[in-house]
C-alpha cells in the first residue's frame, strides 16, 4: 500500500496484479485537472516502482501501468452524444444519443462520434459491456433525411456511403440496445446491430424507407430478415407499418419489454450480470452466437466446438471450473 499527497489529501494506491490502481477517493474530484495531476503522481510512482524492481530483479518482466477511472464524458467534449462508465465496479459503458429536437436523427456527425466511442470502450479493460440509448420520446427516429437528400447514385457508390456506420456491429464487447420511443429506419438498424434489445413498453420499431422511394441500407432488409423471418420482414419493408414492443417481443426482435423509467437501469443490470463473467471467454461466446448468422448449421457447429475446446486453454476456464467445484465465486483475470 502507498499514499500521496496532494493539496492536503492523502490517497492510497494499491497494488494489485501488477496495476496501480487509485482509491475510492479518487473518484470524488470532479475537477478533472486535479484528476490529471493524481494521474501524474501515480505514474511517476508506477515507473519508480518498476525501476526499482527491474534493478533487483533484471529478468523479470513487470507490466506496470496506471488505471485511471475517469468518466469519458469528462475527459473528452462530445457534440451529438453523451457518455458515462456506471455500475456497482464501474464497468458498464452509457452511450447516450443526444439530438433531442431531431429526436436523435443520425447524421454524419452522430455516428462517427458514436464510432469513436465505441473504439475507445473496446480497447478500455475495465469495460465490460456497452449500454446504447437514446431519450425517452425516440432512440433514433432514423437517418438525417436532410443531410442525405442531396447523395446521387455515384456519390454514394465512390463514397462508400453508409460504410461508417457499422462499428457497432463491428465491436467485439457485448452491446445492449435501451430503446424508448421510435427506432425507425436507420434507428432500427443500429438497434439490430447490438446483441441483445431490450425496450421500452412504448418503443415502436420500424424500416420506413419505402415511403421516401428508397431501402434500407443498413440492415434492415438482412438482419431484420434472419430475426423476425421472411414474411413479417416483407410486410415491415414494404408497407413502412411499424410494431410496437410488445409485437417486437413476440417475433423475437426485443429480448424484453420493461416500463420506461426502468429501461436503463434494467439494461445496466444486465451489463454488470455479464460482467461478472471473463470479458475473454464473453467474447469468444458473443463470436459464436453470431457465427449462427453467417454460416451453416454444420459449419457453425464445428465453429463452436473448436471455440470450445479453446477455452479450456485459458487461465479463467480453469480458474471457473475450480472455483465450481470448491464451491466459492470465480475471480475471472480475462486471460
Known amino acids: 500500500m502507498i499514499r500521496i499527497s496532494f493539496d492536503n489529501s492523502c490517497f492510497e494506491i494499491s497494488l494489485v496484479n501488477h496495476h496501480l490502481l487509485p482509491a475510492p477517493g479518487f473518484q470524488r474530484f470532479a475537477d478533472t485537472k486535479v484528476k490529471l495531476k493524481l ?3 501515480m505514474a511517476n510512482i508506477a515507473r519508480l516502482l518498476t525501476k526499482r524492481a527491474q534493478d533487483q530483479f533484471p529478468n523479470v518482466v513487470y507490466p506496470l501501468q496506471v488505471i485511471t477511472r475517469l468518466n469519458s464524458s469528462s475527459n473528452k467534449s462530445w457534440e451529438f452524444i453523451k457518455t458515462e462508465v456506471t455500475g456497482e465496479k464501474k464497468n458498464v459503458a452509457v452511450i447516450t444519443l443526444n439530438r433531442p429536437k431531431a429526436l436523435n436523427a443520425l447524421c454524419n456527425g452522430l455516428m462517427k462520434e458514436l464510432s469513436t466511442a465505441l473504439k475507445a470502450y473496446g480497447k478500455d479493460a475495465n469495460i465490460s459491456a456497452i449500454v446504447l440509448t437514446g431519450s425517452e420520446k425516440a432512440f433514433a427516429a432514423g437517418a438525417d433525411i436532410k443531410e442525405m437528400a442531396p447523395n446521387t447514385y455515384s456519390q454514394c457508390i465512390q463514397g462508400n456511403f453508409l460504410n461508417d456506420w ?13 430503446v424508448n420511443g421510435y427506432a425507425l429506419g436507420g434507428g432500427c438498424e443500429l438497434a439490430m ?3 441483445i434489445i431490450y425496450a421500452g413498453d412504448k418503443a415502436k420499431f420500424g424500416q420506413p424507407e419505402i415511403a421516401l422511394g428508397t431501402i434500407p441500407g443498413v440492415g434492415g432488409t438482412q438482419r431484420l430478415t434472419r430475426v423476425v423471418g421472411r414474411s413479417k420482414a416483407m410486410e415491415m419493408c414494404l ?8 409485437e417486437a417481443e413476440k417475433v423475437g426482435l426485443v429480448s424484453k419489454v420493461i416500463p420506461p423509467d426502468q ?13 461478472t463473467h471473463s470479458n475473454l471467454i464473453v467474447q469468444l461466446c458473443k463470436e459464436a452466437v453470431n457465427t449462427a448468422f453467417e454460416t451453416t448449421l454444420e459449419e457453425g457447429l464445428k465453429y463452436e466446438r473448436r471455440f470450445n475446446h479453446a477455452t479450456f486453454s485459458t487461465i479463467d476456464c480453469k480458474e471457473g471450473v475450480k472455483a465450481f467445484i ?3 465465486p470465480a475471480k475471472f483475470i480475462n486471460e
Do not use: F, H, W, Y
Open 39 to 41: 494521474v501524474q503522481s
Open 166 to 178: 457499422t462499428e457497432v456491429a463491428r465491436t467485439q464487447k457485448p452491446i445492449i440496445a435501451a
Open 193 to 195: 446491430m447490438c446483441d
Open 239 to 246: 408497407t413502412g407499418n411499424m410494431i410496437n414492443a410488445q
Open 263 to 275: 429501461l436503463l437501469v434494467e439494461a445496466v443490470k444486465l451489463g454488470e450480470k455479464i460482467g
Open 326 to 328: 470448491e464451491k466459492r
